[in-house]
């Protein structure tokens, strides 16, 4: 079992960047492929990026492509979206997940995070 713990949302103006971590607990987080989904208020949780387990191969939504990058430090437990260019529509709670394989649906993922909040104001 793997705890995940996502850090780093805030506010922030559009055009700007974040970087979102996501801590996980325990010594097999090198085993897991990680996600990072975002969900607003009456929709459904929606892919961002995934990123698989060596780190060697990434996924990106489309609308997110060339603006957020994913990537994975296995010898500090962390997975990381660098969020680049944002926008207003990028205004979500974002998730990180962990799961056997890198899928783009949120049912692929064994483990979620808590979520972090990020607002991109106009």
């Known amino acids: 079992q793997v705890q995940l713990v996502e850090s780093g949302g805030g506010l922030v103006q559009a055009g700007g960047s974040l970087r979102l971590s996501c801590a996980a607990s325990?010594?097999?987080?090198?085993?897991?492929?990680m996600g990072w989904f975002r969900q607003t208020p009456g929709k459904a949780r929606e892919f961002v990026a995934h990123i698989t387990r060596s780190g060697s191969r990434t996924g990106y939504a489309d609308s997110v492509k060339g603006r957020f990058t994913i990537s994975r430090d296995n010898a500090k437990n962390t997975v990381y979206l660098q969020m680049n260019s944002l926008k207003p529509e990028d205004t979500a709670v974002y998730y990180c997940?962990?799961?056997?394989?890198?899928?783009?649906?949120?049912?692929?993922?064994?483990?979620w995070g808590q979520g972090t909040q990020v607002t991109v104001s106009s």
């Open positions: 325990g010594r097999t987080f090198g085993s897991y492929a």
């Open positions: 997940a962990a799961g056997t394989q890198a899928y783009s649906g949120p049912s692929g993922y064994d483990y």
